[in-house]
């Protein structure tokens, strides 16, 4: 054993504990009772059927195979391929997190170099700030009357403060002498912004951009059983409501693997963004 | 008498104190440095010799007075005066190379991206750094190279004013030795003018061409103005056997360790700083007829 790697000995150790956790879930599901030991009274109440019990995880992974072999299909409006789900999905996120990084992205500089507009916008954005995404749901289908606009506006809403606030503080942030450096060498604004605030806030503005999208997908989620239709949190609605519980766990699992790749994605971006002094 | 080169003519610096008054830095700073001297000045902390650095860099404006360079009144900051700060200062994303190209590309702006590679390239051998170390960020490089590369961003710039401050103050003596060395080769070979914060007396001596005292804040003055002569090229160990250097040592030790002290929050209404020199070599120590002012001031 002494000869692994501790990345090695880590992975060993992951596989084991999900093989463990499977097995504890495998076999802590209870077996269905036989009908003839049932009383008068659970025969009258429906026990007679099979219940509708969390399935094991051997249905799960059967689930999955069967939903990731075939991952497009649609076959109507309440039955679509999960790769079609999680698509609309990660497209409605990406529309809304793309347009609320256009906003915070260029106010949250203006706000990190000028005190006045900070102070001018705190209280705006301390007020907002803490609103759930999901309240402004009814107000955005009132005025936008578009569930799919809607639904962008609500990722909008809640990924534009990280993203905004951390700009605005790795701005600010940037140390003077390297803002003196620029200034004598006599550069420009435009080029200052770019050539010295930019990398130097650049560490700070990616941590608030990889919070933003963990955000945005919890709320997709969320947003998505509300306005019904397509994604994935439309699918765990529906299949909560179609009782289908081996889909359910599936989706979740899907929603978890899905958040951890847009989750690594951003951080490949730290690392490419960060230095140490 | 032709102005000098740089000329700084009466300058003040007062900050409120909180309390509704006013609290004086330094008062009345008048001094000049001509083209291509070496001039470093020494004085306590707090007597305002980042103050003054800062304002002929252009990073902050006096209170009163003006800073005049080739005639022209100096404001705001400008490539014409290169600044090598105390920590470096290099920006920590880009490579050693890269942070001299940077400053090179804003110098040289018509210049094509090889020639300023070439320029930058040059720039750093001259002070020692060569070969894959200049690919590396400042992360990776020791506290000397660092500062290397700092003065190798501000020489290559070509400024008409060179300042820096407190260059060495972070490093350690032996680094410090090498890299003055350094410092004052490429000095040599590109005429820079150049004027240095320090708070080491062997290094201004070894550097200097002249010495600037200042007494201790507030209220701080110019006071004298040394002249080193002790002639070069100047070699650590060979200037101490040079009759002048305990001379000129002792009298700005004396200066810092008591007169310092003692001339400060004085006003004086002198215009420049007093004159003082050195000479041993011959007989008798001959005395240069401007210290008779400093002798007055003294006893003041």
């Known amino acids: 054993m002494g000869t692994l790697s501790e990345n090695k000995k880590a992975a060993l150790l992951s596989v084991m504990l999900l093989i463990v956790g499977f097995l504890v879930w495998e076999l802590s599901i209870p077996a269905q009772k036989a009908v003839g030991e049932l009383t008068e009274y659970e025969l009258l109440t429906g026990g007679g059927q099979p219940k509708a019990g969390v399935p094991p995880p051997s249905q799960v992974l059967g689930k999955a195979w069967e939903q990731l072999s075939n991952p497009f299909y649609d076959a109507g409006p309440n039955d679509k391929g999960i790769g079609i789900q999680i698509g609309y999905s990660i497209y409605r996120v990406l529309t809304g997190y793309l347009l609320a990084a256009l906003v915070a992205l260029p106010l949250g500089f203006v706000i990190g170099m000028s005190s006045v507009a900070y102070k001018a916008l705190n209280p705006f954005i301390q007020v907002l700030r803490p609103i759930s995404p999901l309240a402004w749901m009814p107000l955005a289908l009132f005025v936008i009357q578009d569930s799919e606009a809607s639904a962008i506006f609500v990722i909008f809403i809640c990924s534009i403060w990280p993203m905004l606030i951390n700009t605005a503080f790795g701005v600010a942030g940037v140390r003077e002498d390297w803002v003196n450096v620029a200034r004598t060498h006599e550069l420009g604004a435009i080029r200052t912004a770019f050539t010295v605030i930019l990398p130097a806030a650049a560490p700070t503005i990616v941590t608030g951009m990889r919070i933003s999208i963990g955000i945005a997908w919890l709320v997709i989620v969320a947003a998505e059983m509300l306005v019904g239709g397509t994604g994935i949190g439309y699918y765990v609605w529906n299949e909560w409501n179609n009782l289908d519980l081996t889909s359910v766990i599936f989706s979740i699992l899907v929603i978890g693997i899905v958040g951890m790749l847009l989750d690594s994605m951003f951080g490949l971006l730290q690392r490419a963004v960060a230095f140490s002094e | ?300």
Request: aromatic letters at 8%; charged letters at 20%.
């Open chain 2, 1 to 300: 008498m032709s102005k000098p080169f740089l000329s700084i003519e009466q300058l003040t610096q007062r900050y409120p104190d909180g309390q509704g008054g006013e609290f004086t830095v330094f008062e009345n700073a008048t001094f000049g440095i001509e083209k291509g001297e070496f001039v470093c000045i020494l004085g306590h902390s707090g007597c305002g010799k980042s103050t003054i650095m800062n304002i002929l860099a252009g990073l902050s404006e006096p209170t009163s007075g003006v800073v005049k360079m080739d005639g022209q009144h100096v404001s705001g900051p400008s490539l014409d005066r290169g600044v090598v700060f105390q920590n470096y200062s290099l920006l920590p994303w880009l490579s050693a190379l890269k942070n001299v190209t940077f400053g090179v590309a804003a110098r040289f702006p018509d210049w094509d991206k090889a020639k300023v590679v070439e320029h930058s390239t040059a720039f750093l051998a001259k002070v020692g750094l060569t070969g894959d170390t200049i690919h590396r960020k400042p992360s990776q490089l020791s506290g000397g190279m660092r500062q290397r590369v700092s003065i190798a961003r501000a020489f290559a710039n070509e400024p008409k004013l060179l300042l820096l401050d407190e260059p060495f103050g972070a490093l350690d003596a032996l680094t410090r030795g090498t890299i003055q060395e350094e410092l004052i080769k490429v000095w040599k070979d590109t005429d820079q003018t150049v004027f240095m914060i320090t708070h080491d007396i062997d290094e201004a001596i070894l550097l200097a061409d002249r010495i600037l005292l200042m007494t201790n804040g507030p209220l701080a003055q110019v006071a004298e103005n040394v002249e080193i002569t002790i002639p070069r090229p100047r070699v650590r160990n060979d200037i101490v056997e040079h009759p002048n250097y305990y001379a000129i040592r002792n009298h700005l030790v004396h200066f810092l360790a008591k007169r310092s002290a003692e001339l400060s929050g004085k006003s004086s209404d002198r215009n420049s700083p007093a004159t003082v020199r050195f000479d041993l070599t011959g007989e008798t120590a001959t005395e240069d007829p401007e210290t008779a002012p400093l002798l007055r001031a003294v006893q003041a």
